[in-house]
Protein backbone atom coordinates (compact mmCIF):
# COMPACT_ATOMS: atom_id res chain seq x y z
CA UNK A 1 0.00 0.00 0.00
CA UNK A 2 1.40 3.55 -1.15
CA UNK A 3 2.58 5.72 1.68
CA UNK A 4 -0.07 8.84 3.05
CA UNK A 5 2.30 10.86 1.71
CA UNK A 6 2.69 9.38 -1.72
CA UNK A 7 -1.35 9.17 -1.81
CA UNK A 8 -1.73 13.45 -1.24
CA UNK A 9 1.18 13.98 -3.96
CA UNK A 10 -0.96 12.04 -6.46
CA UNK A 11 -4.50 13.45 -5.51
CA UNK A 12 -2.54 17.02 -5.44
CA UNK A 13 -1.28 16.34 -9.04
CA UNK A 14 -4.44 14.98 -10.30
CA UNK A 15 -6.26 18.02 -8.92
CA UNK A 16 -3.78 20.26 -11.00
CA UNK A 17 -2.12 21.26 -7.82
CA UNK A 18 0.96 19.18 -7.86
CA UNK A 19 3.57 22.33 -7.47
CA UNK A 20 1.45 24.22 -4.90
CA UNK A 21 3.00 25.33 -2.01
CA UNK A 22 1.58 23.53 1.32
CA UNK A 23 1.73 24.79 4.87
CA UNK A 24 -0.17 22.91 7.79
CA UNK A 25 -3.06 24.84 9.02
CA UNK A 26 -4.30 24.62 12.88
CA UNK A 27 -6.37 20.96 13.37
CA UNK A 28 -9.19 20.38 15.65
CA UNK A 29 -9.68 17.63 18.13
CA UNK A 30 -10.12 14.76 15.52
CA UNK A 31 -8.15 12.44 13.38
CA UNK A 32 -8.08 15.27 10.14
CA UNK A 33 -5.57 17.58 9.25
CA UNK A 34 -5.75 20.60 7.19
CA UNK A 35 -2.93 22.69 4.85
CA UNK A 36 -3.12 25.83 2.87
CA UNK A 37 -1.80 25.37 -0.85
CA UNK A 38 -0.42 28.37 -2.68
CA UNK A 39 -0.02 28.42 -6.06
CA UNK A 40 0.75 32.08 -7.71
CA UNK A 41 -2.16 33.78 -6.94
CA UNK A 42 -4.72 31.10 -5.83
CA UNK A 43 -5.10 29.39 -2.46
CA UNK A 44 -7.04 26.18 -1.59
CA UNK A 45 -7.46 24.09 1.31
CA UNK A 46 -6.16 20.27 1.47
CA UNK A 47 -8.58 17.95 4.06
CA UNK A 48 -6.84 14.66 4.80
CA UNK A 49 -9.61 12.60 6.45
CA UNK A 50 -7.80 8.90 6.18
CA UNK A 51 -10.70 6.39 6.92
CA UNK A 52 -8.22 3.89 8.98
CA UNK A 53 -8.29 6.46 11.64
CA UNK A 54 -12.16 6.58 11.45
CA UNK A 55 -12.55 9.71 9.39
CA UNK A 56 -15.75 9.67 6.61
CA UNK A 57 -15.64 12.96 4.48
CA UNK A 58 -18.78 11.83 2.77
CA UNK A 59 -21.13 13.69 5.23
CA UNK A 60 -19.04 16.40 4.94
CA UNK A 61 -19.32 16.73 1.13
CA UNK A 62 -23.28 15.88 1.43
CA UNK A 63 -23.67 18.86 3.93
CA UNK A 64 -21.07 21.46 2.18
CA UNK A 65 -23.17 20.99 -0.88
CA UNK A 66 -27.00 21.00 0.85
CA UNK A 67 -25.35 24.28 2.23
CA UNK A 68 -24.05 25.62 -1.00
CA UNK A 69 -27.70 24.91 -2.42
CA UNK A 70 -28.99 27.19 0.13
CA UNK A 71 -26.97 30.16 -0.44
CA UNK A 72 -24.31 29.87 2.37
CA UNK A 73 -21.21 29.72 2.15
CA UNK A 74 -19.59 26.24 2.91
CA UNK A 75 -16.68 25.75 1.11
CA UNK A 76 -16.36 24.72 -2.56
CA UNK A 77 -15.43 21.56 -3.53
CA UNK A 78 -12.52 21.81 -5.88
CA UNK A 79 -11.26 17.86 -6.03
CA UNK A 80 -12.28 14.75 -3.89
CA UNK A 81 -11.57 11.29 -3.13
CA UNK A 82 -13.79 9.78 -0.87
CA UNK A 83 -12.37 6.64 -0.97
CA UNK A 84 -8.37 8.11 0.53
CA UNK A 85 -10.46 10.69 2.61
CA UNK A 86 -8.68 13.67 0.68
CA UNK A 87 -10.59 16.88 -0.40
CA UNK A 88 -9.40 20.04 -1.98
CA UNK A 89 -11.46 22.67 -0.58
CA UNK A 90 -11.86 26.89 -1.51
CA UNK A 91 -9.92 28.80 1.23
CA UNK A 92 -12.23 30.91 3.06
CA UNK A 93 -9.25 32.51 4.70
CA UNK A 94 -7.99 33.47 8.24
CA UNK A 95 -10.79 35.81 9.32
CA UNK A 96 -12.22 33.35 12.51
CA UNK A 97 -14.96 35.12 14.06
CA UNK A 98 -12.95 34.64 17.35
CA UNK A 99 -9.81 36.38 15.29
CA UNK A 100 -12.09 39.37 14.21
CA UNK A 101 -13.73 39.83 17.70
CA UNK A 102 -10.30 39.91 19.32
CA UNK A 103 -8.79 42.51 16.78
CA UNK A 104 -12.20 44.55 16.98
CA UNK A 105 -13.87 43.95 19.73
CA UNK A 106 -16.70 46.51 18.08
CA UNK A 107 -17.77 44.19 15.72
CA UNK A 108 -18.56 41.62 17.81
CA UNK A 109 -22.14 42.05 17.89
CA UNK A 110 -22.32 42.43 14.30
CA UNK A 111 -20.62 38.95 13.50
CA UNK A 112 -23.30 37.04 16.48
CA UNK A 113 -25.99 38.78 14.69
CA UNK A 114 -25.00 37.35 11.31
CA UNK A 115 -24.71 34.05 12.69
CA UNK A 116 -27.82 34.39 14.44
CA UNK A 117 -29.13 35.56 11.02
CA UNK A 118 -27.94 32.55 8.99
CA UNK A 119 -29.12 29.69 11.74
CA UNK A 120 -33.01 31.49 11.61
CA UNK A 121 -32.47 31.17 7.36
CA UNK A 122 -31.19 27.38 7.69
CA UNK A 123 -34.10 26.64 9.84
CA UNK A 124 -36.97 27.82 7.75
CA UNK A 125 -35.66 25.21 5.26
CA UNK A 126 -36.53 21.10 5.36
CA UNK A 127 -33.46 19.16 6.87
CA UNK A 128 -31.35 16.82 4.11
CA UNK A 129 -33.20 13.77 3.64
CA UNK A 130 -32.21 10.76 5.04
CA UNK A 131 -30.53 12.65 8.34
CA UNK A 132 -29.84 11.10 11.20
CA UNK A 133 -31.44 12.53 14.23
CA UNK A 134 -29.57 13.71 17.26
CA UNK A 135 -32.34 12.53 19.49
CA UNK A 136 -33.45 12.26 23.28
CA UNK A 137 -31.33 8.62 23.60
CA UNK A 138 -28.14 10.26 21.80
CA UNK A 139 -28.16 13.28 24.06
CA UNK A 140 -28.66 11.69 26.94
CA UNK A 141 -26.32 8.67 26.03
CA UNK A 142 -23.44 11.86 25.65
CA UNK A 143 -24.77 13.62 28.39
CA UNK A 144 -23.25 10.87 30.85
CA UNK A 145 -19.78 11.05 29.76
CA UNK A 146 -18.75 13.04 32.61
CA UNK A 147 -19.23 9.43 34.44
CA UNK A 148 -16.90 7.56 32.30
CA UNK A 149 -14.35 10.14 31.62
CA UNK A 150 -14.54 12.94 34.16
CA UNK A 151 -15.60 11.27 37.37
CA UNK A 152 -12.85 8.57 36.75
CA UNK A 153 -10.24 11.29 35.97
CA UNK A 154 -10.25 13.18 39.06
CA UNK A 155 -10.83 9.72 41.19
CA UNK A 156 -14.34 10.22 42.07
CA UNK A 157 -16.27 7.80 40.55
CA UNK A 158 -20.27 7.89 41.00
CA UNK A 159 -22.07 4.77 43.06
CA UNK A 160 -23.37 1.94 41.44
CA UNK A 161 -26.44 2.72 38.89
CA UNK A 162 -26.02 6.27 39.66
CA UNK A 163 -24.76 7.49 36.07
CA UNK A 164 -27.74 4.69 34.14
CA UNK A 165 -30.29 6.60 36.38
CA UNK A 166 -29.07 10.00 35.27
CA UNK A 167 -29.10 8.90 31.81
CA UNK A 168 -32.40 7.74 31.91
CA UNK A 169 -33.53 10.48 33.55
CA UNK A 170 -32.16 13.27 31.41
CA UNK A 171 -33.38 11.47 28.35
CA UNK A 172 -37.31 12.05 29.48
CA UNK A 173 -36.86 15.60 29.67
CA UNK A 174 -34.89 15.72 26.32
CA UNK A 175 -37.76 13.88 25.03
CA UNK A 176 -39.87 16.11 25.87
CA UNK A 177 -38.53 19.49 25.39
CA UNK A 178 -35.72 18.59 22.80
CA UNK A 179 -37.56 17.26 19.83
CA UNK A 180 -35.89 17.40 16.30
CA UNK A 181 -36.45 19.44 13.41
CA UNK A 182 -34.05 21.02 12.17
CA UNK A 183 -30.34 20.42 10.28
CA UNK A 184 -27.85 21.18 13.28
CA UNK A 185 -24.25 21.80 12.04
CA UNK A 186 -23.65 20.87 15.67
CA UNK A 187 -19.72 22.79 15.99
CA UNK A 188 -21.31 26.74 15.49
CA UNK A 189 -18.67 28.41 16.97
CA UNK A 190 -16.46 31.63 16.64
CA UNK A 191 -13.52 29.21 15.70
CA UNK A 192 -15.27 27.66 12.93
CA UNK A 193 -17.02 30.46 11.42
CA UNK A 194 -15.20 32.83 8.92
CA UNK A 195 -16.13 36.59 8.25
CA UNK A 196 -16.69 37.31 4.33
CA UNK A 197 -17.72 41.13 4.63
CA UNK A 198 -17.62 41.19 0.91
CA UNK A 199 -20.64 38.92 0.31
CA UNK A 200 -24.34 39.45 0.89
CA UNK A 201 -26.39 38.42 3.89
CA UNK A 202 -25.96 35.20 5.12
CA UNK A 203 -23.37 34.41 3.22
CA UNK A 204 -20.87 36.74 5.08
CA UNK A 205 -20.46 34.02 7.30
CA UNK A 206 -18.37 31.07 5.78
CA UNK A 207 -19.32 27.44 7.53
CA UNK A 208 -16.51 25.18 8.44
CA UNK A 209 -16.47 21.31 10.31
CA UNK A 210 -20.18 20.42 9.89
CA UNK A 211 -19.51 16.58 9.41
CA UNK A 212 -21.06 16.12 12.34
CA UNK A 213 -24.16 17.53 11.20
CA UNK A 214 -27.19 15.71 12.07
CA UNK A 215 -31.53 16.82 12.76
CA UNK A 216 -32.16 18.35 15.64
CA UNK A 217 -33.61 21.24 18.04
CA UNK A 218 -33.27 24.48 16.99
CA UNK A 219 -31.94 25.51 19.61
CA UNK A 220 -29.10 23.54 19.79
CA UNK A 221 -26.51 25.56 17.83
CA UNK A 222 -27.29 28.75 18.58
CA UNK A 223 -26.69 27.67 22.68
CA UNK A 224 -23.21 26.23 20.64
CA UNK A 225 -22.25 30.27 19.20
CA UNK A 226 -23.24 31.60 22.50
CA UNK A 227 -22.22 29.40 25.44
CA UNK A 228 -18.59 28.84 23.57
CA UNK A 229 -15.92 27.11 25.29
CA UNK A 230 -13.12 28.39 23.99
CA UNK A 231 -14.51 32.58 24.57
CA UNK A 232 -16.63 34.66 26.60
CA UNK A 233 -19.52 36.02 25.40
CA UNK A 234 -20.55 38.94 27.08
CA UNK A 235 -24.14 37.87 28.76
CA UNK A 236 -25.97 41.33 27.65
CA UNK A 237 -24.77 39.47 24.16
CA UNK A 238 -25.97 36.76 24.90
CA UNK A 239 -29.56 38.10 25.80
CA UNK A 240 -29.65 40.50 22.67
CA UNK A 241 -29.05 37.02 20.47
CA UNK A 242 -31.65 34.55 21.75
CA UNK A 243 -34.16 37.03 21.82
CA UNK A 244 -33.19 38.15 17.98
CA UNK A 245 -33.49 34.49 16.58
CA UNK A 246 -36.90 34.27 18.33
CA UNK A 247 -38.44 37.53 16.62
CA UNK A 248 -36.53 36.20 13.44
CA UNK A 249 -38.58 32.67 13.87
CA UNK A 250 -41.52 33.80 15.36
CA UNK A 251 -41.32 30.92 18.32
CA UNK A 252 -42.59 30.77 21.47
CA UNK A 253 -40.00 32.85 23.96
CA UNK A 254 -41.08 30.58 26.84
CA UNK A 255 -40.77 26.87 25.71
CA UNK A 256 -37.92 28.29 23.47
CA UNK A 257 -35.69 29.33 26.67
CA UNK A 258 -36.45 26.06 28.64
CA UNK A 259 -35.37 24.14 25.28
CA UNK A 260 -32.09 26.19 25.11
CA UNK A 261 -30.97 25.81 28.43
CA UNK A 262 -31.83 22.36 28.71
CA UNK A 263 -29.69 21.66 25.21
CA UNK A 264 -26.99 24.23 26.92
CA UNK A 265 -27.01 21.65 30.17
CA UNK A 266 -26.79 18.47 27.58
CA UNK A 267 -24.03 20.35 25.76
CA UNK A 268 -21.77 21.62 28.47
CA UNK A 269 -22.24 17.82 30.28
CA UNK A 270 -21.42 16.17 26.93
CA UNK A 271 -18.09 18.90 26.67
CA UNK A 272 -17.03 18.04 29.94
CA UNK A 273 -16.67 14.20 29.62
CA UNK A 274 -15.35 15.02 26.16
CA UNK A 275 -12.15 17.31 26.71
CA UNK A 276 -11.69 14.78 29.87
CA UNK A 277 -10.89 12.05 27.38
CA UNK A 278 -8.51 13.82 25.03
CA UNK A 279 -7.13 14.22 27.86
CA UNK A 280 -7.07 10.65 29.69
CA UNK A 281 -7.35 8.67 26.05
CA UNK A 282 -6.04 11.24 23.68
CA UNK A 283 -2.72 12.58 25.11
CA UNK A 284 -4.32 16.16 24.62
CA UNK A 285 -4.23 17.91 27.79
CA UNK A 286 -4.95 21.32 26.04
CA UNK A 287 -8.35 21.40 26.59
CA UNK A 288 -8.39 20.81 30.03
CA UNK A 289 -8.20 24.81 30.95
CA UNK A 290 -11.21 25.52 29.36
CA UNK A 291 -13.28 23.34 31.57
CA UNK A 292 -14.05 26.45 34.58
CA UNK A 293 -16.17 28.08 31.48
CA UNK A 294 -17.50 24.88 30.45
CA UNK A 295 -18.78 24.79 34.14
CA UNK A 296 -20.10 27.84 34.51
CA UNK A 297 -22.13 27.44 31.03
CA UNK A 298 -23.51 24.41 32.54
CA UNK A 299 -24.22 26.34 36.26
CA UNK A 300 -26.02 29.05 33.97
CA UNK A 301 -28.51 26.60 32.24
CA UNK A 302 -29.19 24.81 35.35
CA UNK A 303 -30.54 27.79 36.86
CA UNK A 304 -33.46 27.80 34.85
CA UNK A 305 -36.47 26.60 36.91
CA UNK A 306 -37.85 23.81 35.00
CA UNK A 307 -34.45 22.49 35.61
CA UNK A 308 -33.97 22.25 39.25
CA UNK A 309 -34.25 18.33 39.53
CA UNK A 310 -31.40 18.00 36.82
CA UNK A 311 -29.32 20.82 38.76
CA UNK A 312 -29.42 18.79 42.23
CA UNK A 313 -28.44 15.48 40.46
CA UNK A 314 -25.24 16.99 39.41
CA UNK A 315 -24.02 19.11 41.65
CA UNK A 316 -24.44 15.79 44.60
CA UNK A 317 -22.92 13.61 41.80
CA UNK A 318 -20.61 15.87 39.67
CA UNK A 319 -18.19 17.67 41.45
CA UNK A 320 -16.62 21.49 39.63
CA UNK A 321 -13.36 21.42 37.83
CA UNK A 322 -11.31 22.82 40.35
CA UNK A 323 -7.70 23.13 39.88
CA UNK A 324 -6.89 20.21 41.78
CA UNK A 325 -9.24 18.14 39.70
CA UNK A 326 -7.74 19.21 36.28
CA UNK A 327 -4.07 18.42 37.90
CA UNK A 328 -5.18 14.85 38.76
CA UNK A 329 -6.90 14.64 35.22
CA UNK A 330 -3.59 16.18 33.69
CA UNK A 331 -1.25 13.53 35.38
CA UNK A 332 -2.82 10.75 34.04
CA UNK A 333 -2.51 12.15 30.74
CA UNK A 334 -0.46 9.48 28.05
CA UNK A 335 2.43 10.98 26.04
CA UNK A 336 1.86 11.76 22.48
Known amino acids: MPERAEVIAAFLSGAGWGDATRRPLAGDASNRRYERLTDGLRSAVLMDAPAERGEDVRPFLAIARHLSGLGLSAPAILAEDPGTGLLL ?13 ARDPAQEETLY ?13 PPPS ?63 LIWLPDRQGAARVGLLDFQDALCGHPAYDLVSLLEDARRDVDE ?5 MRTRYVAATGTAPDSFDRAYALLGAQRNLRILGVFARLCLRDGKPGYLPLLPRVWGHLMRDLSHPDLAPLRAQVLD ?20
Not at 317 to 333: F, G, M, N, S, T
Open 113 to 125: AAAVDLLADLHRA
Open 317 to 336: LIPPPEPDHLDRIARKCPAR
Open 130 to 192: GLGAYDAPIMARLARLPFDWYLPGIDAPAPDGAAAAFRAGIETVLAEHAPPSVLILRDYHAEN
Open 89 to 101: LEDLGDDLFARVA
Open 236 to 240: GLQAR
